[in-house]
């Protein structure tokens, strides 16, 4: 039996955590829970366990996952060596993240990824990562822009027939920049949404219809209170997730 979130007229999305390597606590930016309670859902944060049951039975509770930035993706995971650029890897989070993109992609839950969010969509679709910008594409723009990390600092390109397209503004949009790697083959199922001037690749999504995974390679949960755009994407999300509720009762 399924036990969706049928009671609750906010839809329950589920945020996997961060891991401190050196640490081992667990740690995320209050931005992403303000911005899911902003959009009209309810944050639930998710404790990093990759037990294929455990999020199991944790995501027949919830009506969406959002995976959040942080960190580099073990290039084992997508049939690389570490190259010079590449930062600090954590392996446990790479497991849990993989496991609730395989579950959510069974269960057809939506999902958000932001950042390294993203980029792990698109190696979960079997896709690949630029693992250092600076060194492997080295004309592109600066993008790590640094503080004050709210600051729209470039422009993307918006395809028309994206989820992130929005009729009454322009196409092209500025955003904030924090990461130093992306998205280079896009992975199964997937196309690219957004890029930016120098081609990197800044928003993916699924190409099929009725299914609901976005990635974005900015950080909209920073600025989502000042910035249109970026609260029309977690607005979007949780309304994705609020349809999802109650369905397979």
């Known amino acids: 039996m399924n036990h969706k979130n049928t009671t609750n007229k906010k839809p329950l999305i589920g945020i996997s955590m961060r891991f401190g390597i050196s640490n081992r606590h667990l740690h995320l ?11 009209g859902g309810v944050p639930v944060h998710l404790s990093l366990l990759p037990n294929k049951d455990y999020l199991k039975n944790i995501l027949d509770l919830l009506d969406g996952i959002l995976l959040p930035g942080g960190g580099d993706i073990d290039p084992l995971r997508y049939g690389e060596e570490p190259k010079p650029g590449l ?33 792990l969509l698109n190696v979960f679709r079997g896709g690949g990562i630029v693992q250092d910008i600076e060194r492997e594409r080295p004309n592109s723009l600066n993008h790590q822009q640094g503080d004050p990390r709210e600051r ?12 992130l397209f929005d009729s009454k503004r322009k196409n092209r949009v500025l955003v904030n920049s ?14 690219v949404s957004a890029t930016a001037t120098d081609g990197i690749i800044e928003a993916i999504e699924d190409s099929r219809p009725g299914r609901f995974n976005l990635g974005v390679q900015w950080h909209p949960e920073i600025c989502f209170q000042s ?5 029309s994407i977690f607005d979007k999300f949780v309304a994705a997730a609020g349809k999802e509720r109650g369905k397979n009762v």
């Open 29 to 39: 930016p209050s931005d992403y829970a303000e911005a899911i309670d902003c959009a």
């Open 87 to 119: 930062g600090a890897v954590s392996p446990l989070r790479d497991e849990n993240d993989l496991i609730l993109l395989k579950l959510a992609e069974e269960m057809n839950v939506p999902v958000l990824g932001i950042c390294y969010g993203m980029q």
């Open 152 to 163: 729209l600092s470039h422009w993307i390109t918006i395809a028309e027939n994206s989820v």
């Open 178 to 191: 924090h990461h130093h790697q992306a998205v280079s083959q896009i992975g199964e199922n997937l196309f």
């Open 227 to 231: 910035d249109e755009m970026s609260k």
